[in-house]
């Protein structure tokens, strides 16, 4: 890499670039020095290459910009054109909703201005831009209020500029930026506030004041500007390096930035309703989301030193660190804990990377990247780290049954994962107590589940070794044994039904075909003993050869698969054999939602078979107390979905093809017709075409090309037809699976009289539920978990007791529940198409509300009309 | 994300020279590819454990254990085969250089599964790295194949000698029992003797890359998605090189 390339790269950071010195003003020099020898022969180079670093490096900004003022002493023409691409770029991102790139580049813009490349009047023209089309937005005359999102999101970036140059700007425009906050006020008086119970970490659904009263999103930042403003302006994590420059940089050419335009939202629905507006709200959330939900975990206590406008600051790093450097380790762990600022931030970054590997919907990134973040910082920071998500960990465990079902799974993952990178090392026996709780505690399932996803990861020995100091939770280990073969041949049983499977067996060890194996099935066994026998003599006996590993599974099934549906040509066979499979692999939750997933896979069971069986007596009654139902419903969903944007995915492709194709076929037509209308002289007689045997090759091209388009056309037809049936199937899946909720909901939750809240739900006891905790709480402990719900400790003669006082119904009740409102909000983008369906025939008005509010949360839908 | 920092090279430093093709055509299956190659696993490591580590990165769609060509036994390595490109591509993100039964496992792109290339290559049978390695890693069979045929012959020649030298650890690759009194003790329920793979059952690797691998597919053959494999790569691995071990010169 050239040198003046690595300076721009390394700008602020302790690198060799840099030598010895961390002191910008050193950094700036020396990289303008560099930049300006060589800015004549690369300049070309140097501009896109400076303007990359700008949109890749927002941590970096005050650097950029104060280089580029240095820069615009020398070469005016030169910071014109940035100033002008940066135009086009800010412009384009506009059109096209590019939220980070309309943030980063404003945020660089008013650098720009504080280094004097920019003046301020146009950047408070940009603002003025900006807040107006948002104005416009939640007009109800003239605009769409169902694009709040994108309002909202226009107004966090003005006010996200200020910690960069609202200092400048009060000293330059002070009028101009009076009238700007006035703006943003006025704004905030019209908007509405942003109730996303949906997106919440913790289900406080019985705090409906609270959440009304809890600032949103902007309405916070809002606050910590305002804050911001009192303080004039000082902010500690915004470097400003322009400063150390001001005496050279009050001589540059300020340049005017042009005016902008925001694109105009979609006109509102011309029916109004709530659907259509919901649907509409949802699509604009969707393209302008919000960045990050706050989780708070730790103490206050953890954030003395930091500023209300610092710790938006430092998030906003945290994750642009993280944005731009997903997929290199080295870079992002060492940025992350290099910020440029002169405080401790363990906390806010843990509490940062927590909120993003919770974030709802779905973080912006898989889950497994804030795993390796997370792996990666304790490696760095190896005395300060591995403590604050310790307790991180402790602190989301207390709250673990106020926690969203999605955040919970999620929880479990990460955790048996980080663990499973760091020796499966933890006080376990700080847990230990979870084993007097009643096996539908949300603290037992969670140590349940994560024991079990631990050993999936490692081998049962290994974790029995690790919970050593509460050997009590072995209770908790998934159980040792391996498959449940009931025909093994070893116990000296000899049933009819052991016989058919040992020769069933002997078959498959002597390669028979499949095609074999049926017409054996249908002359000699399921005359004799019935098709359900059959099924599950078959059944056991492939699952039973396919045991030893994923891989055996897979080559049975392909081998095999056509034998397994042939006995299983209706649902309820294929209910039968589901059941049949969870039967066999009873002791091994991974091997049950692996072999169910195959199936699927191989379409040997539908996923309305699936559906069917999770709503099953077996599994409903472990609803509360495993994630295995859970998973496998999950999984069904996820291929559901997978395949269908799969399908989208090359229908998208093949019309490109189409394109090409139909390229082709004119461009090799034209040439033949160009060849064909030409006269040459063939053995001195004058004829129509040019020499025969190019005549006829170009004939047989124009032939394959056409040939070509009709194939490309006929499978984009096939494709399309498959994609409007997936849907369809689609349709009837969410049908089914809300059926299903909404039926046995119905059949355990209270009257919709007595329930209105899962407040009211939790504070339901049933009798004997407190037996166990007789003593009165002190009033202390009283003061600080006054809520029945949550977990309590009593001291009885020093001895710590704990207590879940919810009941099972109860809490069967919540768990579901959590659980709808999870699939709806992950799926909510195709079920938002069938919403008319669905209103009509699950969510009616007598579907009990708690259900209802469940779904609606999910969708993001107001819940008003509830 | 951060085009910034990614070096174009790194993709392909190392080159499989089993590959027959020109170096941009393996530069393009590795850049296209679907398959990650996942190196310095322990021998002890199962399918599933693969399986559930690997598929927080996405739907997994087959996974191929290296096998020590003798003794048909797990020897370190495996493939990945993924349907998406994505999920491949966070899988090498995000797993590799993390732990799986407590060793950093390594996760590359790799240019297509082939039959026969789930054979170590070394001349001993198991991986070219376990012939001379000097150390001793309970999690791969102990000490290197040579270092333990040194030890094994110096053993006999000692016992018909006079019997003293008893103290060498026994490092006989048994896969199932452990070598010796390293390592942490037997794995109850992950003995390969039990494990033993049927090969004929494993010749399926061909099938198309779609999520439904199934009917759907079949019907359909003209528009594969993906490039379809090249037919000059070798069919079997049968071989003895040793030079060409997988990852020798990958660092």
Not at chain 1, 21 to 41: Q, V, Y
Not at chain 1, 317 to 341: H, I, Q, T, W
Not at chain 1, 626 to 637: C, G, K, T
Not at chain 1, 714 to 729: F, G, I, P, V, W
Request: charged content about 25%; aromatic content about 10%.
């Amino acid at each position: 890499m050239s040198s003046w390339k690595s300076l721009l790269l390394r700008i602020g950071d302790k690198s060799p670039e840099y030598g010895t010195s961390s002191d910008f003003k050193d950094h700036i020099e020396t990289c303008f020095a560099a930049i300006r020898r060589e800015l004549d022969h690369y300049g070309d180079e140097i501009l896109p290459f400076l303007l990359q670093c700008v949109e890749q490096l927002p941590h970096k900004t005050p650097l950029y910009g104060t280089l580029i003022g240095l820069m615009n002493l020398e070469n005016e023409d030169f910071v014109k054109k940035i100033v002008e691409q940066t135009h086009q770029s800010f412009q384009d991102a506009l059109n096209s909703g590019h939220c980070h790139k309309i943030r980063i580049l404003l945020r660089f813009l008013t650098a720009l201005m504080s280094s004097k490349v920019l003046t301020s009047t146009s950047l408070v023209v940009v603002f003025e831009t900006l807040l107006s089309s948002a104005a416009t937005i939640v007009d109800d005359e003239k605009g769409n209020p169902a694009w709040q999102a994108c309002a909202d999101f226009y107004i966090t970036c003005i006010l996200s500029c200020f910690p960069w140059g609202g200092a400048e700007l009060v000293e330059q425009v002070p009028e101009e930026l009076e009238r700007v906050m006035v703006g943003v006020e006025a704004y905030l008086s019209i908007r509405r506030h942003t109730l996303d119970t949906g997106l919440s970490f913790f289900e406080d659904d019985g705090e409906v004041e609270k959440t009304l009263n809890e600032k949103d999103f902007l309405e916070d930042l809002w606050s910590r500007i305002q804050t911001l403003s009192t303080d004039g302006w000082k902010v500690d994590s915004v470097p400003r390096p322009h400063l150390l420059f001001e005496a050279q940089l009050v001589a540059g050419k300020s340049h005017e930035f042009g005016t902008i335009s925001c694109p105009e939202q979609p006109d509102p629905p011309l029916t109004l309703s709530d659907i259509t507006y919901g649907k509409q709200k949802y699509a604009a959330e969707l393209n302008y989301p919000q960045r990050i939900r706050r989780l708070n975990i730790f103490p206050s206590s953890k954030f003395e030193d930091v500023q209300p406008i610092d710790r938006f600051v430092v998030e906003e790093y945290l994750l642009d660190v993280l944005l731009f450097f997903n997929g290199c380790r080295k870079e992002c762990a060492s940025f992350m804990v290099g910020l440029p600022v002169p405080f401790r931030y363990e906390y806010l970054m843990a509490e940062t990377i927590f909120s993003q590997l919770l974030m709802l919907p779905q973080p912006p990134f898989k889950p497994i990247y804030y795993t390796l973040v997370i792996i990666d910082l304790c490696k760095a920071l190896p005395g300060a780290f591995p403590a604050v998500v310790a307790g991180a960990v402790r602190a989301l465990f207390e709250k673990i049954a106020d926690l969203d079902m999605e955040c919970r799974i999620r929880l479990i993952l990460w955790f048996s994962h980080h663990l499973s990178n760091f020796q499966f090392i933890w006080p376990w026996d700080e847990w230990a107590h979870v084993l007097e709780l009643p096996k539908w505690a949300p603290q037992r399932v969670f140590v349940k589940e994560v024991l079990d996803r631990e050993v999936r990861l490692s081998y049962w020995d290994k974790i029995k070794q690790s919970i050593e100091t509460a050997p009590g939770l072995e209770e908790l280990l998934p159980p040792k044994g391996g498959p449940n073969f009931k025909f093994a041949t070893e116990d000296g049983e000899k049933s009819e039904q052991h016989a058919l499977s040992s020769e069933l067996c002997n078959m498959v060890k002597g390669r028979a075909a499949a095609r074999d194996v049926i017409s054996w099935l249908d002359e000699n066994v399921i005359p004799k003993h019935g098709s359900d026998i059959s099924l599950v003599v078959v059944v056991k006996t492939l699952l039973d050869i396919g045991s030893k590993s994923f891989t055996h599974l897979i080559t049975v099934l392909e081998r095999y698969g056509q034998v397994i549906s042939r006995i299983c040509d209706d649902q309820d066979k294929q209910v039968l054999l589901i059941s049949e499979v969870g039967s066999y692999w009873e002791n091994n939750t991974q091997m049950t939602a692996i072999t169910i997933d195959r199936m699927m896979g191989y379409r040997l069971i539908s996923n309305l078979s699936i559906i069917k069986w999770i709503f099953s007596p077996e599994n409903v009654e472990q609803y509360h107390t495993s994630d295995r139902p859970w998973e496998i419903l999950r999984n069904a969903l996820c291929k559901t979905y997978n395949r269908i944007s799969d399908l989208k995915k090359e229908i998208s492709s093949l019309k490109k093809d189409i394109v090409a194709a139909e390229e082709a076929v004119a461009k090799t037509q034209e040439e033949l017709n160009a060849a064909e209308s030409k006269l040459t002289l063939v053995d001195g007689e004058p004829v129509m075409g040019e020499n025969p045997v190019r005549t006829k090759r170009l004939k047989a091209y124009a032939g394959k090309a056409k040939e070509q388009e009709t194939s490309i056309r006929n499978s984009l037809e096939a494709k399309e037809a498959l994609l409007t049936r997936a849907l369809e199937e689609n349709e009837t899946l969410f049908l089914s699976l809300y059926k299903g909720f909404s039926s046995i909901l119905t059949e355990r939750l209270p009257a919709a009289s007595s329930a209105q809240t899962l407040q009211d739900l939790k504070s339901i006891n049933p009798a004997g539920a407190n037996a166990m905790d007789l003593e009165e709480p002190s009033a202390m402990e009283m003061e600080m978990d006054n809520e029945d719900s949550k977990p309590e400790k009593s001291h009885l003669n020093g001895k710590t007791e704990h207590s879940y006082t919810v009941g099972e119904n109860e809490q069967w009740c919540l768990t579901t529940l959590g659980y709808v409102k999870a699939f709806s909000r992950q799926y909510a983008s195709e079920i938002w198409p069938h919403i008319e369906k669905l209103d009509a025939e699950v969510l009616s008005e007598d579907s009990h509300p708690l259900f209802r509010k469940a779904v609606y949360s999910g969708l993001r839908r107001s819940m008003d009309s509830i | 994300m951060a085009s910034l920092f990614k070096d174009p090279s790194k993709l392909s430093v190392y080159r499989d020279r089993r590959f027959q093709g020109t170096q941009d055509e393996f530069e393009l299956a590795l850049q296209t590819s679907t398959t990650v190659y996942v190196g310095n696993m322990s021998f002890y490591t199962t399918e599933e454990q693969v399986y559930e580590l690997f598929s927080r990165a996405g739907e997994i769609k087959k996974i191929i254990m290296g096998l020590d060509k003798n003794s048909k036994t797990p020897c370190g390595f495996c493939f990945v085969l993924y349907y998406s490109r994505e999920d491949t591509e966070d899988a090498v993100k995000y797993i590799s250089g993390t732990i799986l039964d407590d060793r950093p496992i390594r996760a590359d792109f790799d240019w297509g599964f082939q039959d026969g290339r789930q054979w170590g290559r070394g001349r001993s049978g198991g991986q070219v790295r376990d012939e001379y390695r000097t150390d001793y890693d309970p999690g791969r069979g102990g000490y290197g194949k040579l270092v333990q045929k040194e030890l094994e012959a110096q053993r006999q020649l000692v016992d018909y000698g006079t019997g003293s030298l008893g103290s060498v650890p026994s490092v006989i690759p048994q896969y199932g029992k452990h070598g010796g009194s390293h390592g942490n003790g037997p794995r109850h329920g992950r003995d390969y003797h039990n494990r033993k793979r049927y090969r004929d059952d494993d010749r399926h690797a061909h099938e198309s890359s779609k999520r439904t691998s199934d009917y759907d597919s079949r019907r359909n053959p003209d528009h594969e998605s993906r490039p379809q494999k090249n037919p000059r790569f070798r069919e079997s691995g049968d071989s003895d090189e040793e030079d060409d071990d997988d990852r020798k010169q990958r660092h």
